[in-house]
């Protein structure tokens, strides 16, 4: 758990994350502002720290919007809509992306090389609580992780072929 210090004055509160601890979804997560830490009652937020060439598994989140901002690494998400078509969105350091609640998805490291490093917001005050597996989904999960790895290297070939660095 993270420690934390809080401001009597003023309800505000310092917090210094934990230990990294690996949620349901196969993703390791550092919960920082919740109920517990913070006194929050509509929000958390925590790190998401995703190995090089990892993914997730598919997931859900019953009650909590999410917004994942990449500070280091390149990702991708794929979600599932209700007929259960995948589709790839990638996002990059400074990005942000939206997941509304009940959308199936997963993330993937688009680098084999190089980690991820996120930070969620969550408007749930108990971060990773209402999380739900999708074991239904995971299966098309390993195919697409190499494809689109796989066009990470190409797009990172090509851009160092072009003198645009850093890429990884």
Not at 19 to 34: I, N
Not at 97 to 102: D, I, N, R
Not at 149 to 160: I, K
């Amino acid at each position: 758990m993270p420690n934390h210090d809080h401001d009597r004055g003023t309800g505000a509160v310092r917090i210094v994350g934990g230990a990294l601890e690996m949620g349901l979804q196969r993703q390791q997560l550092r919960a920082m502002v919740t109920a517990s830490t913070a006194g929050a009652r509509c929000l958390s937020s925590g790190d998401v720290y995703m190995a090089p060439g990892h993914y997730s598994a598919a997931h859900i989140y019953a009650e909590a919007e999410i917004i994942v901002r990449i500070l280091d690494g390149y990702a991708a998400t794929v979600t599932w809509g209700d007929e259960g078509t995948a589709a790839v969105m990638r996002h990059e350091p400074g990005q942000d992306l939206y997941v509304p609640a009940g959308l199936a998805h997963a993330a993937i490291n688009l680098s084999r090389t190089h980690p991820v490093l996120a930070y969620e917001v969550r408007s749930t005050p108990r971060f990773n609580e209402d999380v739900s597996p999708r074991p239904d989904l995971d299966a098309q999960l390993p195919l697409l992780a190499q494809q689109v790895q796989d066009e990470h290297v190409d797009r990172v070939r090509q851009a160092q072929a072009r003198g645009e660095l850093p890429w990884w």
